[in-house]
Every structure is written in C-alpha cells, then in structure tokens.
C-alpha cells in the first residue's frame, strides 16, 4: 500500500482533486486551492495567481515533448 499523507483526495469531474494552501504571495491572504494535476508533492504550495508555478496538467507534460 502507498504512503499516504493526511491529505484529503476527492474527486471532481472524475478527476482525482487535492488541495494547496497557498500563502497568498504579497497580499498575505492565505486560502486554499484545488488542483488537479496528478503530480504534485507539496500541499503547502503558492497558487499560479500568486506567484506559484503553473500546475503541470494530465496530458501536457513537459517532459513528454512534442
Ligand atoms: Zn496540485
Ligand atoms: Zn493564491
């Protein structure tokens, strides 16, 4: 059985969502965030809109190429 965190994983769409907090970059409004990239590590995590790298999404992997 994999490790798993104390992170809730629900469902959304039919895609496996998690959560992020996001420490609200310079507005310092922390809040939390869906995602739904299967590849991420970090919950504690800056969303895209605060200066958080873009998610990488199913499918647009950028290791892949082309
Ligand atoms: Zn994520
Ligand atoms: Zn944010």
Known sequence: MAETTA????VLD?????????SGGSS???HTWECDSPYCEVMKDDCPDHGGSE??????????GR
Request: hydrophobic share 30%; charged share 30%.
């Open 55 to 64: 998610r990488v999404r199913l499918g647009k992997e950028p290791w892949r």
């Open 7 to 10: 992170v809730r994983i629900f």
């Open 14 to 22: 039919g895609r496996p969502v998690h959560v992020h907090s996001c």
């Open 28 to 30: 310092r409004q922390s």
